[in-house]
């Protein structure tokens, strides 16, 4: 049997170590791996290697992803992907395992609707925002990144007496923002799920200073607005504060994955290569309850994401 993996869309801790176990399981199971570059467009222009245990020494403990990775908008067109597909069929490949976010689950659920291509999805992506699994691969690494430059900011805040606005990524999700924000005590947390209300947050603020509260931390989620909108709202309302800005940006999508991704990618490359080995595809693999699930991608891709109001209201309760 022969199967390919291949990484699409945004780069995210763990994909290495996804990659890792794909060729490695599935070496265990007799089973021959090719690694195609550059995500779909190397799937069009038969940009493929064959894997081996050696090829993936190394790689657990790396960021990024070893076998590149590029968003493909003409993968959307039946022709781009017959010509994948039948790459694939050239190799006598049965089999696909994509690394990537939504946008990635729906490229492969198209070749696997319209060409019969086995096709298994390992949720890659730093934003958490697919509904389907508790946790996606690299999430976590993610969070860790930004609570680890949070803490260098609360130094320089607290010695010039300052607020800074950290922005973070997630896309239309404020998971990165939640948890880093509790992780790391902001004081204020801004997600797109929840509609800002500037007037509170100068409230929070003004409170904090005069309780002697000297600087402050506010979590932007990307998703919520522009770090300057936000800025300009707080200083109209607290002329008397100094205000500065943070944009963590692409630093949050490098860096050695966390023990927790890495784990993730393990359990999940072994799901994967199962699924494939017993002659299923069009599925994903994700987390719940720390069991590792699998289900079909209409389902999970149909699922809206969940802003957890708990953790929200405990971030709010714990900055008092």
Known sequence: MRIAVLTSGGDAPGMNAAIRAVVR???YRDIEVFGVERGYIGLVN????????RSVSGIVQRGGTMLMTAR????VDYEVRRRAAENLANRDISGL???GGDGSFRGMNALYKDFGIKTIGIPGTIDNDLAYTDYTLGFDTAVNTVVNNVNNLRDT???HERVVVVEVMGRSAGDIALYAGIDSGAEIILVPERPANFDEVAKVLDRGKRNGKTSAIIM?????????NVITELKSRLPELHFRSCVLGHIQRGGAPSGADRMLAARFGARAVELLESGVGGRVVGIKNNEIIDM??????AMPHVFNDNLYNLAKILSL
């Open 72 to 75: 493909c908008p003409e993968f």
């Open 46 to 53: 038969d940009d493929m290697k064959m894997m081996s245990k």
């Open 157 to 159: 805040m607290s010695s």
């Open 296 to 301: 079909a991608v209409d389902e999970a891709l």
């Open 220 to 228: 932007l989620a990307e998703g919520a607005g522009p770090v300057d």
């Open 97 to 99: 395992v994509v690394i």
């Open 25 to 27: 399981y599935a070496g």
